[in-house]
């Protein structure tokens, strides 16, 4: 591989919010997840467990997220509380206008951005989702670790041709979850990626979002 073919597969790599129904073979999602084995981490400990949900075992779980929504409020594992400020605020309201303006959805309608909050948890109608967990006792520098495993997997995913995208969405009730998977209270949910074949037809995945550049990021020493 060359350093351009490599910049090219980052490149590929998007959000995905708009799937067709039928399933990935589970060979193909072996050799994307025996990929991201390979991701790095603090003394090798490899602190990530992944609970790969398919099918109507996922729209059940789907469903029940969905009506806790409407019944009562998140309790994450990890708090989703920070205020996004200045220009981390404005690039956050960037991707809502990428996402919501490709879904023809108008700032203004709350039943409309609603009903397009609640699809983030039946995974978008994916096939299959992932949900990575971090053991019981772990922190900040372990949950750093792990997503270095999420993006190694949404990568290797985008070289097998499959979409997919992260959402911290996915880890809103992971009682529900737990109880779903039958999993124990040891178990932190980090996240999840929902990913299958892409629904070129969905509006939603018309949405392009930028990056910043290089000089807003990188300061050099030296």
């Given at each position: 591989m060359?350093p351009?073919?490599f910049?090219?597969l980052?490149r590929?790599r998007r ?12 060979e ?9 084995l ?7 400990i ?14 059940v ?10 019944s009562g ?32 959805i ?8 609603s009903?397009a ?7 978008f ?5 992932a949900?990575v967990?971090l ?7 372990e949950?750093a670790d792990?997503?270095?495993f ?8 985008t070289?097998?041709?499959?979409g ?6 996915l ?7 737990r ?8 178990e ?6 929902a ?6 037809s969905?509006?939603?995945n018309?949405?392009r ?14």
């Amino acid at each position: 591989m060359t350093p351009q073919d490599f910049d090219t597969l980052v490149r590929a790599r998007r959000s995905v919010r708009g799937y067709r129904p039928d399933p990935v073979a589970s060979e193909v999602i072996d050799a994307a997840l025996a990929t991201a084995l390979w991701a790095p981490s603090n003394c090798n400990i490899q602190p990530w467990h992944v609970h790969i949900v398919s099918g109507d075992a996922l729209r059940v779980l789907g469903a029940a997220m969905t009506e806790a929504a409407h019944s009562g409020q998140p309790h994450p594992d990890i708090p989703m509380d920070t205020a996004y400020r200045g220009v981390f605020r404005d690039r956050q309201i960037g991707s809502a206008k990428a996402l919501y303006g490709a879904m023809g959805i108008a700032r203004d309608d709350r039943a409309g951005r609603s009903a397009a909050f609640l699809r983030n948890l039946d995974a978008f109608g994916a096939p299959h989702a992932a949900f990575v967990f971090l053991p019981e006792g772990f922190g900040t520098r372990e949950a750093a670790d792990l997503g270095g495993f999420v993006q190694t997997f949404l990568l290797a995913l985008t070289a097998q041709g499959l979409g997919s995208v992260a959402q911290g969405a996915l880890s809103l009730y992971p009682d529900i979850v737990r109880a779903h998977l039958g999993l124990g209270a040891g178990e932190q949910l980090i996240v999840g990626i929902a990913f299958g074949h892409e629904d070129p037809s969905h509006p939603a995945n018309a949405a392009r979002t930028g990056r910043a550049a290089l000089t807003d990021i990188v300061t050099r020493h030296g």
